[in-house]
C-alpha cells in the first residue's frame, strides 16, 4: 500500500537557521508533490507544489526538491523565525487529484 | 473572498448516533475532498467528490458517504457512530489543474 514518511520527531532548531524536513514515499508514482503547513486546531495550509518534471522549486524562504529516484522530497526554510514554529505536512498527489498526507513533522525554533 | 467553510465546528453526538458536516468551497472551486484527522495524525483521505460524483475514495467503511451539490458545496454523512471516530474532520477544496487545496479550519466530532 501507499506509505509516506515523515520524521515523527519534532525538529529544535536555533533562529536564524535553516530547517530542513524529509518526506520519503513507497509504492506510489505521484506526479505532484504538495506541502502544507498546519498549526494547531487549524486546517492545513498550502505552501509549495512540485511536479515530477521538477527539481527544486523555491517561494520565499522555502525551497523543495522532488526526487523520483529516491521516492524523496525535501523541504527547507532558511532563516528560520519562531513563527516557522508549526507542523509541516508532505502531501504527495496522483493526476486524479487524490492528495495524500503524510503523518507530519512539527518544527520547533527557539529565539 | 471567503474560504472554505466548515459547519458545524464542534459537534457531541452519543455512539450510534448519525452525523452530517457540511463544507462550502472556495469560490471558484469544484472539487471537494474529505478527511478525517486524529489527535498526532496526518489528514486521512476519506472521499474526493467532482461534478456531484464520488471520484477517489480512500479506506473507510460505507458509514462514511457524501454528497456534492450543484453550487459545489458538500456533505459527509457518517452513521452508526463509533468512539474511535471522535477526530477533526477536514474538508478542502480546489480548482482542477490548478495549484494547492484550501482546507477548512474543520469540524471537531466527538462521539460519546
Known amino acids: 500500500s501507499q506509505k509516506i514518511e515523515q520524521n515523527s520527531e519534532a525538529l529544535n532548531i536555533q533562529e536564524g537557521k535553516t530547517a530542513t524536513l524529509t518526506c520519503n514515499y513507497t509504492n506510489y508514482s505521484p506526479a505532484y508533490l504538495q506541502w502544507y503547513r498546519q498549526d494547531p486546531g487549524r486546517g492545513p495550509v498550502f505552501l509549495l507544489l512540485i511536479r515530477e518534471n521538477e527539481k527544486e522549486k523555491r517561494k520565499e524562504r522555502l525551497k523543495v526538491t522532488f526526487d523520483t529516484t529516491l521516492k524523496q522530497s525535501l523541504f527547507h526554510i532558511t532563516a528560520s523565525q519562531p513563527a516557522d514554529s508549526a507542523t509541516y505536512l508532505c502531501a504527495p498527489m496522483d493526476s486524479s487529484y487524490k492528495l495524500i498526507f503524510g503523518s507530519g513533522t512539527r518544527l520547533l525554533v527557539r529565539p | 473572498d471567503a474560504g472554505v467553510t466548515q459547519s458545524p465546528t464542534h459537534l457531541i453526538k452519543t455512539r450510534g448516533q448519525q452525523v452530517t458536516l457540511r463544507c462550502s468551497p472556495k469560490s471558484g472551486h469544484d472539487t471537494v475532498s474529505w478527511y478525517q484527522q486524529a489527535l498526532g495524525q496526518g489528514p486521512q483521505f476519506i472521499f474526493q467528490?467532482?461534478?456531484?460524483?464520488?471520484?477517489q475514495r480512500g479506506n473507510f467503511p460505507d458509514r462514511f458517504s457524501g454528497h456534492q451539490f450543484p453550487n459545489y458545496s458538500s456533505e459527509l454523512n457518517v452513521n452508526a457512530l463509533l468512539l474511535g471516530d471522535s477526530a477533526l474532520y477536514l474538508c478542502?477544496?480546489?480548482?482542477?489543474?490548478?495549484?494547492?487545496?484550501?482546507f477548512g479550519s474543520g469540524t471537531r466530532l466527538t462521539v460519546v
Open positions: 478542502a477544496s480546489t480548482e482542477r489543474n490548478r495549484d494547492g487545496y484550501t
Open positions: 467528490y467532482y461534478e456531484e460524483e464520488e471520484r
